[in-house]
């Protein structure tokens, strides 16, 4: 069973930094794109990121392209996500996962973790 774990997450002032970490213990994730969503409450979920398997291509959500940076060390078998210059309104529960691809495609994943929630505040 694939089983996403992110972690990373916790409480912090506005304009402050997070970097969130995806892994997946027992399974290899060298050729899959990871996509990051997240979830803000009484909002739709909104894909923030996607790398794709390898690293060779990074997308970002228009709106959050200059505050992220996606990467992954396959070595370690975990992706990262680095958040920057956070607001209130990325307070959100931020999830990773895959569609099983290994190019971005703008899907959603078929499978993701728990998530970890991010709270900043102002």
Known sequence: ??????????LVQSGG???LACTVPGFTLDYYSITW??????KDREIVSCISGQGGRIDY???????????RDDAKNTAYLQMNSLRPEDTA??????????NCRGVWPEV???GTQVTVSS
């Not at 959500?61 to 990467?71: M, N, P, V």
């Not at 529960?93 to 691809?101: L, R």
């Open 1 to 10: 069973q694939v089983q996403f774990v992110e972690s990373g997450g916790g």
């Open 17 to 19: 930094s997070l970097r």
């Open 37 to 42: 969503f997240r979830q803000a409450p009484g």
């Open 61 to 71: 959500a228009e709106s959050l392209k200059d505050r992220l940076a996606a990467s």
């Open 93 to 102: 529960i931020y999830y990773c996962g895959t569609d099983f691809g290994t």
């Open 112 to 114: 993701w973790g728990q």
